[in-house]
């Protein structure tokens, strides 16, 4: 291998040692939702009883307060004292925890004056969001001031703006929201931002107010391995093995004999640098275990068979017994009856011969027997 091989090989095994990362990208996405609770108290509002249960209707009556029942309101009846606030928070459902949030408006709409509602000198500068205390709230509605949660508006406060289309008021609560995702979700209070005259803002019930939402999440990460080439051969001289630049030609390190009249070659030297290979041992290999071999093998074959004395005894006497037979069915000899010692089917077939020759006079007797 020359020179110029081996120096691209050796920069492109150091290309793919470092491993290929995929790198994680944020995404961004917007999204909007409802609020999933709010609160309205008011300074002449009935507290709550211990026993009763959450979220107590508006008991004072429109005449009294100009909210009609579940709506929102923040107002200033009395300069430099605050009659009525609200209190709203959202559950960021669609925001993952590691996200970042870029912008964060929340839009609560007015309610139509009239109709159990009075607006009065309303204006998007008379109110403000701000971070509500821990003491938590869940529909209260007309309920005693002295029991809304408290306002951290020294930690963060903004001042509403007019929608576009001058239905809604808008707060910019960007700061807010991002510390829902890191830290306690207590919600945000409307409260007057000046309470040097007079004036109530009126707004729809607390489900109708959104949160317009843009934030970025980071993308999976993901890992793709790659495999380190080993660096770590040492190309020998050309002499040892191979013939430097002639195409890698194998020539067994060997003395090159004097060719003629051309000069000697001199005997390749071998670096001594090179450091010896390292044995390698190579483990025994397991003794391969035979497989056992089932056969099926008749008893008789397991067990040879001994006669007993008894069994030879019962040979023998079935032996002599089939030789007496044997003598008994040879004989083919007929022992001649004796004399006076016909029998009666003899005597009958000799009248019978009789009758014959003397005639059919004599046929018609009876035979005696």
Known sequence: MNKVLRASAVVAAAGLAVPFWAVPS????????????????????????????????????????????????VAVRVPNQVDKKSFISFDLSTVPFDATISKAVVSVPLAENGGGNTQMSPAPAKVRACMAGDEGFNGEDGASLSGAPSELCDKFEVIAKESADKKSYEFDVTALASSWLSAANNGMALT????????????????????????????????????????????????????????????????????????????????????APAPQTMDAPAPAVAPTEVRQVALATEVPLT?????????????????????????????????????RLTKALQQRDKVAVRGPRLAARPLSI
Request: aromatic fraction near 8%; charged fraction near 15%.
């Open 307 to 343: 006669p007993a004395p008894s069994f030879w005894l019962g040979m023998l006497a079935v032996a002599a017994l089939l030789a007496l037979l044997s003598l008994i069915l040879g004989d083919t000899r007929v022992p001649a009856p004796a004399a006076g010692s016909a029998t």
């Open 192 to 275: 007057p931002a000046v309470t040097s005259s007079p004036f109530q803002v009126v707004f729809l019930p607390f489900d109708k107010a959104t949160i317009a939402l843009t934030f970025s999440a980071p993308a999976e990460e993901v890992v793709t391995d790659v495999v380190t080439p080993d660096t770590s051969f040492v190309e020998p001289d050309a002499g040892v093995g191979f013939s430097g630049d002639t195409g890698g030609s194998f020539d067994a390190g060997l003395p090159v004999p004097e060719t003629g009249g051309f000069g000697a070659v001199e005997a390749p030297v071998v670096d001594s640098a090179l450091p």
């Open 26 to 73: 944020a995404f961004a996405e917007s999204a909007s939702e409802a609020a999933s609770t709010g609160a309205y108290y008011y300074s002449a509002g009935i507290d709550k009883p211990d026993q009763s249960p959450t979220g107590i209707p508006n008991v004072t009556g429109n005449a009294t307060d100009g909210v009609a029942a579940e709506h929102l309101a």
